[in-house]
T-cell receptor, first 116, second 116 residues
């Protein structure tokens, strides 16, 4: 079974600074996908960034980037130039590639507070 | 707006009652997923349907059931409700036309269930 671990229940960062959220996962699969979702106070789940395991290049979406270390099974999210609107719960998710029809495994989340 | 709709937005009911939550996936998406998020918790995967058929089951209680109809909308039925069933219930959808393709999940706004 796949497991996803987010070891930081809560983090704080000053506006305009950079913060990194950690995520590790356990799997015996070689092909899979990884995601970061954001859940602001509105509780809506919003996709932030995604990474295909077969790609060595780290994914980047504007101020959001990942550090994907396949051998270490680590998938951290870096938020640059933090903004107040980044305050949210962040969930790391794993999806197997193959016949599992896109079943997601979520971590327990990291609550990020961006302070003015 | 993800394109996934859920009704009702809020539901308040009493213990022992039965409720039905409804989800309409994005146009063209064949897979529907149900998740439960209790207060300050991560997302627990309940069940997945693909084109009308059950495909994956997670930690879904026997008191809960779901189905996906020919028009691809899905319903989650919760019966003999208990206080602990109070949670935010999310529906998500993905294209899911092939288990071998990358498919992110798009989340609806959720239904907040309160059991008194």
């Amino acid at each position: 079974a796949q497991t996803v671990t987010q070891s930081q229940p809560e983090m704080s960062v000053q506006e305009a600074e950079t913060v990194t959220l950690s995520c590790t996962y356990d799997t015996s699969e070689n092909n899979y996908y990884l995601f970061w979702y954001k859940q602001p106070p509105s509780r809506q789940m919003i996709l932030v960034i995604r990474q295909e395991a077969y790609k060595q290049q780290n994914a980047t979406e504007n101020r959001f980037s990942v550090n994907f270390q396949k051998a270490a099974k680590s998938f951290s999210l870096k938020i640059s130039d933090s903004q107040l609107g980044d305050t949210a719960m962040y969930f790391c998710a794993f999806m197997k590639h193959g016949n599992d029809f896109n079943k997601f495994y979520f971590g327990s989340g990291t609550k990020l507070n961006v302070k003015p | 707006d993800s394109g996934v709709t859920q009704t009702p937005k809020h539901l308040i009911t009493a213990t022992g009652q039965r409720v039905t939550l409804r989800c309409s996936p994005r146009s063209g998406d064949l897979s529907v997923y149900w998740y439960q998020q209790s207060l300050d918790q991560g997302l627990q995967f309940l069940i997945q349907y693909y084109n009308g058929e059950e495909r994956a089951k997670g930690n879904i209680l026997e008191r809960f059931s779901a189905q996906q109809f020919p028009d691809l909308h899905s319903e989650l039925n919760l019966s003999s409700l208990e206080l602990g069933d109070s949670a935010l219930y999310f529906c998500a959808s993905s294209v899911g036309t092939s288990g071998y393709s990358y498919n992110e999940q798009f989340f609806g706004p959720g239904t907040r269930l309160t059991v008194l």
